[in-house]
């Protein structure tokens, strides 16, 4: 089968949205396929170059009459030149808004150059805040339920998801599932002492939370929770990443005088170092719409401890893989890591399981499955 052109509009900043988009477009670039990606900056998973791939940027004009910058305007005529002069086959939209939202114009901008039926096909992934945030707002409601019925196709990370956008927007179009993944092969155990000797960790146990501060991650909840298990298990925790929250992380650190036990890691692309190290991942979120951050730990065999939230209950089986509790279960989620942590015969099993579950999800398999999706949008009429 003859390789596609595809076009790929993300987010570049820390997040699993724009995780994923990068690593699927590498994943086909390695397939053979010529891969473009759209954003305002270098997605922070793309790394250096590689064959088959090219980045555009996006150059936002300000105008002092407008307090919002013309980025889904800009995209879209940045979309538009790429695909007329590279003939795209795809344009692939991670989030209704503003990607999708910049695709669909740039097809309008493109009519009187090329015949509908050689203009791209448009495929968008919903990811979960562009419904559960962005489309709950009511002024936008009709925006991203726009953007949904003109893509070609709509696929979403989980059952979850999808159940969540047609409940809320009834869209005429068909939604695929197609689940995050993640390549076993980079994501794996492989723990170096000289990682625990540069964060000054001795034989405490680590416990790991990796997001984008957000506050539907529940920040807050994670330093209580350790701050109830450092009383009874000598412990340490690591913050990956950075975002709203965190300073109302680090006022709690102090409140609690823990300081010496938490570690602020910031923003990190490498993350596989410190999940090879970690014996716990907490993520107490209230929402989420797959987890990927914790499907990576399991890679690493990193247990989780999680809510009931979302996409969470779809690949994480609770007394198998970690555990799941309601959100805002403080008290059940601090017994659960002390279980894991004291009990090495238990937390061996998890772990184990853990990497057994990660494998289903695999990058190979489910890239196959996105480049299926494509074919059958290019053979639509």
Known sequence: MRAMKIGISCHH?????????????????????????????????LGAFARNISYHEVEVMHYPLFDAPFYTLALASKIAEVAYYEKLDVVHAHYAIPHALSAMLARQMLEDKCAESKCFKLATTLHGTDITVVGADR????????????????????????????????????????PNFVDTSLFCRSPKQEIREQLGIGNEKVIIHISNFRPVKCIGDIIRIFHAVSKQSDALLLLVGDGPERSVAETLVRQFGIMDRVRFLGKLVDIV?????????????????????ALEA?????????????????????????????????????????LLLSDNTHWLDSSAACVRQAKRYETTLLVEQYEGYYRRLLEEV
């Open 273 to 293: 170092p410190l999940l090879s190290i970690a014996d716990l991942m907490l993520m107490p979120s209230n929402a989420e719409s797959f987890g990927l951050a």
């Open 13 to 45: 900043t820390y997040g699993g949205s724009g995780a994923i988009a990068t690593e699927l477009g590498k994943a086909l670039a390695a397939k053979g396929h010529s891969i473009h990606f759209f954003s305002q900056a270098a997605p922070f998973r």
């Open 298 to 338: 399991m890679a690493c065999g990193v247990p989780v401890v999680a809510t009931m939230a979302g996409g969470f209950p779809e690949f994480i089986v609770s007394g198998r893989h970690g555990y799941l509790l309601s959100p805002g279960d403080i008290e059940g989620m601090t017994e659960k890591s002390l």
């Open 139 to 178: 002024g936008m409601q009709d925006v991203v339920r726009l953007a949904i019925n003109k893509s070609d196709g709509v696929t979403t990370v989980s059952d979850y998801l999808k159940d969540e956008t047609i409940r809320m927007f009834d869209p005429k179009k068909e939604i695929t599932v197609i």
